[in-house]
C-alpha cells in the first residue's frame, strides 16, 4: 500500500482502548492519533490480573470474569470497586503509568506533543468508569505528565451510554444482533453471551439534546451528544476536519477483508509460530478495509481500530454470514472509503484453556497468565503482532518488532 507514514493512528473499545493506549506509548514515534473508548492508563495492572479488574475496571463485578482470570481466592470475587474516586487518586494513578511510560521511553513527551487524542467514557459505563477515564485525560494533559495541550485532547464523558461503541443508524444493518438499541438504565443491561457491544445510539442523543435544548448550544453535555458517529468523531480529531473534507458513505460487508494473521508470527518464531500465535491468543483471522481508490496506488492514511472483549474472531453469527461484527460495523468504513484511509482490525478471541487464561478474548492489558510482563511494551507479543500488521502494508520496517 502507498500509506502515508506520518498519517498512522489507532482506536479501540474497552481490552482495545487499553491496547490502542499501550500501543500509541509504546510506538508514539510513529503513531500520530488515538482514540480510546472506555480504556485505562498506561501498565495500570502492573502484571496484575486482580489490580486489572478491580483497580483499573470494575470487572470484578461480574463474578464468572472474576473465577475465570483469578481462581485462588474467590473473597477477592466481591472485593469493593478500587477504581479512582476522586482527583486525587486520579492523579496518583496517572503519576504511576507516566513514570512506567518515561522508563519505557525517555522521549515520551517529545513524541506526544503534537498528536491528536479522543477520549470516550460512556455515562453509564459501569465496567471501566469515568474515574479510570479521567486518569488517562490526566496522563495526556497535566503539566507534570505528557503535557499536551488541551485542545489537542477532545474528552467527550456526558454521553448517555453503557460500555459499548456508540453509533447511529447511518447504513446500519437490519440486524439487532449486530447492532444494539443503545439501553441505557432504567433498562436492564443487555445479556452480555448476546451483546455485541455496538449500539445505535442516535435516538438517545436525539432525546438528550432536546431535553438540554441543544439547538442553540454547542458546548459541554450538547458538543458531547453531537458525536453520536463516534468513529467519525474519532476520525475527524485525529486527522483535522479538512483531511476528512468528503462525507461518508454506505459500504457493503463484503468489503472487509480477510487474511491469516498468525502468518505474521513467522518471523519472530520460525519454530512453532503456531502455538506462539495461540499462546498470545490471536485469531486465525484479522480484517482490512481498503478503499478503492488506495487499492489503486493513491496515498492513503492508515488506521488501526482495535476490538474489544467478546468482539474478535468470528462474531457474525447471524444466519449465512461471517467473520466481525466489529469490523464490519464500528462506523470506520463508511468514512474511510471516501477520504482514502485504510483501517486495519487486528483479532484476538477466546482461549478457554491455559496458556494463556483469557476466557472473554480480550486484549492483553494485564499480562499475568497471559503474555507476561512486557505486554504493554514494544516486546510484547500482541504490541509486536499489530506493529508487524503496519510494516506489512506500510512496506517497510517503519516500527520496530525485533524483541530485545
Known amino acids: 500500500m502507498n500509506i502515508d507514514k506520518k498519517a498512522i493512528s489507532v482506536s479501540g473499545i474497552s481490552s482495545g482502548a487499553f491496547m490502542a493506549h499501550q500501543f500509541h506509548i509504546a510506538h508514539s514515534e510513529n503513531i500520530m492519533g488515538a482514540g480510546i473508548m472506555a480504556g485505562g492508563p498506561y501498565y495500570c495492572s502492573r502484571g496484575s490480573v486482580l489490580r486489572a479488574t478491580n483497580k483499573c475496571a470494575s470487572f470484578g463485578v461480574f463474578e464468572s470474569i472474576c473465577?475465570?482470570?483469578?481462581?485462588?481466592?474467590?473473597?477477592?470475587?466481591?472485593?469493593?470497586?478500587?477504581?479512582?474516586?476522586?482527583?486525587?487518586?486520579?492523579?496518583?494513578?496517572?503519576?504511576?503509568?507516566?513514570?512506567?511510560?518515561?522508563?519505557?521511553?525517555?522521549?515520551?513527551?517529545?513524541?506526544?506533543?503534537?498528536?491528536?487524542?479522543?477520549?470516550?467514557?460512556?455515562?453509564?459505563?459501569?465496567?471501566?468508569?469515568?474515574?479510570?477515564?479521567?486518569?488517562?485525560?490526566?496522563?495526556?494533559?497535566?503539566?507534570?505528565?505528557?503535557?499536551?495541550?488541551?485542545?489537542?485532547?477532545?474528552?467527550?464523558?456526558?454521553?448517555?451510554?453503557?460500555?459499548?461503541?456508540?453509533?447511529?443508524?447511518?447504513?446500519?444493518?437490519?440486524?439487532?444482533?449486530?447492532?444494539?438499541?443503545?439501553?441505557?438504565?432504567?433498562?436492564?443491561?443487555?445479556?452480555?453471551?448476546?451483546?455485541?457491544?455496538?449500539?445505535?445510539?442516535?435516538?438517545?442523543?436525539?432525546?438528550?439534546?432536546?431535553?438540554?435544548?441543544?439547538?442553540s448550544n454547542d458546548s459541554g453535555a450538547c458538543k458531547d451528544l453531537r458525536d453520536t458517529d463516534l468513529a467519525g468523531a474519532i476520525l475527524k480529531h485525529i486527522y483535522g476536519k479538512e483531511a476528512l473534507a468528503s462525507e461518508r458513505v454506505a459500504t457493503k460487508e463484503d468489503q472487509v477483508l480477510e487474511f491469516d494473521q498468525r502468518r505474521i508470527f513467522k518471523k519472530f518464531f520460525p519454530d512453532g509460530w503456531r502455538n506462539k500465535a495461540e499462546d498470545a491468543s490471536m485469531a486465525h483471522r484479522a480484517y482490512v478495509f481498503i478503499p478503492k481508490t488506495c487499492k489503486e496506488g493513491k496515498k492513503c492514511k492508515l488506521h488501526v481500530a482495535i476490538h474489544g472483549c467478546l468482539q474478535g474472531g468470528k462474531t457474525d453469527n447471524r444466519p449465512g454470514h461471517s467473520g466481525n461484527l466489529f469490523a464490519k460495523f464500528g462506523g470506520y468504513n463508511e468514512w474511510a472509503e471516501t477520504n482514502g484511509i485504510v483501517v486495519l482490525y487486528p483479532q484476538v478471541e477466546r482461549r478457554e484453556v491455559p496458556p494463556p487464561l483469557n476466557p472473554q478474548g480480550c486484549w492483553d492489558w494485564w499480562g499475568q497468565d497471559y503474555t507476561h510482563e512486557k505486554y504493554h511494551t514494544k516486546e510484547g507479543p500482541q504490541i509486536r503482532a499489530v506493529a508487524e500488521m503496519i510494516n506489512v502494508l506500510v512496506g517497510e520496517e517503519l516500527l520496530e518488532v525485533a524483541a530485545k
Do not use: W
Request: glycine share 2%; hydrophobic share 30%; proline share 8%.
Open 67 to 215: 473465577r475465570d482470570f483469578e481462581k485462588k481466592d474467590q473473597s477477592q470475587c466481591n472485593k469493593d470497586d478500587g477504581t479512582p474516586q476522586n482527583e486525587a487518586q486520579v492523579k496518583q494513578l496517572a503519576q504511576e503509568s507516566f513514570a512506567e511510560a518515561k522508563k519505557q521511553n525517555p522521549s515520551i513527551k517529545k513524541n506526544v506533543e503534537n498528536d491528536k487524542v479522543y477520549l470516550f467514557s460512556g455515562k453509564h459505563d459501569a465496567l471501566v468508569p469515568t474515574g479510570v477515564m479521567d486518569t488517562v485525560h490526566d496522563l495526556y494533559t497535566a503539566p507534570d505528565k505528557l503535557a499536551m495541550k488541551k485542545e489537542r485532547v477532545r474528552y467527550n464523558k456526558e454521553f448517555p451510554a453503557r460500555h459499548t461503541v456508540v453509533r447511529d443508524n447511518f447504513n446500519r444493518p437490519e440486524e439487532k444482533t449486530a447492532v444494539g438499541k443503545c439501553a441505557i438504565p432504567p433498562e436492564p443491561v443487555p445479556p452480555m453471551d448476546e451483546y455485541p457491544f455496538i449500539d445505535d445510539c442516535q435516538k438517545v442523543a436525539q432525546q438528550e439534546m432536546e431535553k438540554a435544548a441543544c439547538e
